[in-house]
């Protein structure tokens, strides 16, 4: 009896995988809303792996790289897996959840993917202090409406950030789909 319970013990512990990335800040709960015009509190991607970017509609710099890249990140994690993927505008004074719509028609290839506005301030504060990356700065002639990072930052189902990727890494879609995988096997 007691090596039947030693057995099933071994399998129970052989099953399940962890991942060897650190839990490195706890993603917020955030009060955004999405391209839908419904509310959403971030801490709904709970029981999600999700992969979250800073972008804005009219970039013409990180952006598109950003987004090309989660396009092709979207394609290589497969439909059934329990993952989002999540894209917060910078510039909530132009991308309005109609703005975000329209732009989502354009470049979603995944029903997973979300595309989320707020109040300036509050974006800048979740980015900062939430996700800890860049954001901040008053708007330029001519310049990005908000300094904004181009990592992508990944978060397990429990809602910790395990790992930051920087998008123009050559690698990046490959290596994220990957960690994202990874994740989900937690």
């Known amino acids: 009896m007691i090596r039947r319970l030693a057995l099933c013990a071994l ?12 839990r490195l800040f706890e993603v917020p709960s955030a ?6 015009g419904k ?14 970017d800073f972008i804005f509609t009219n970039c013409a710099a990180s952006c598109p790289v950003m987004t090309g890249a989660l396009r092709r990140i ?11 993927f999540v894209s917060i505008s910078v510039d ?29 301030d509050a974006i800048v504060k ?19 409406p908000l300094l904004h990072s181009s990592k992508f930052a990944i978060a397990d189902k429990d809602g910790w950030i395990r790992e930051y990727c920087d998008s123009n890494d050559d690698n990046v879609v490959d290596h994220v789909a990957a960690t994202v995988k990874d994740l989900v096997r937690e």
């Not at 399998?11 to 650190?22: E, I, K, M, N």
């Not at 979207?74 to 989002?84: F, L």
């Not at 979740?126 to 990005?144: C, H, N, Y």
């Open 11 to 22: 399998l129970l512990t052989a099953c399940h995988h962890s991942s060897d990335l650190p």
């Open 31 to 36: 009060h955004l809303v999405a391209e839908t």
């Open 39 to 52: 509310p959403v509190d971030l801490a709904a991607n709970k029981g999600y792996v999700t992969v979250y």
């Open 74 to 84: 979207t394609a290589k994690v497969p439909k059934d897996a329990k993952v989002r």
């Open 92 to 120: 909530p004074k132009r991308d309005t959840p109609a703005v975000l719509a329209e732009y989502a028609k354009k470049v979603r290839n995944d029903d997973r993917w979300m595309f989320l506005t707020g109040d300036r």
């Open 126 to 144: 979740l980015s900062v202090d939430g996700f800890k990356l860049a954001a901040g700065g008053d708007p330029q002639p001519g310049a990005e």
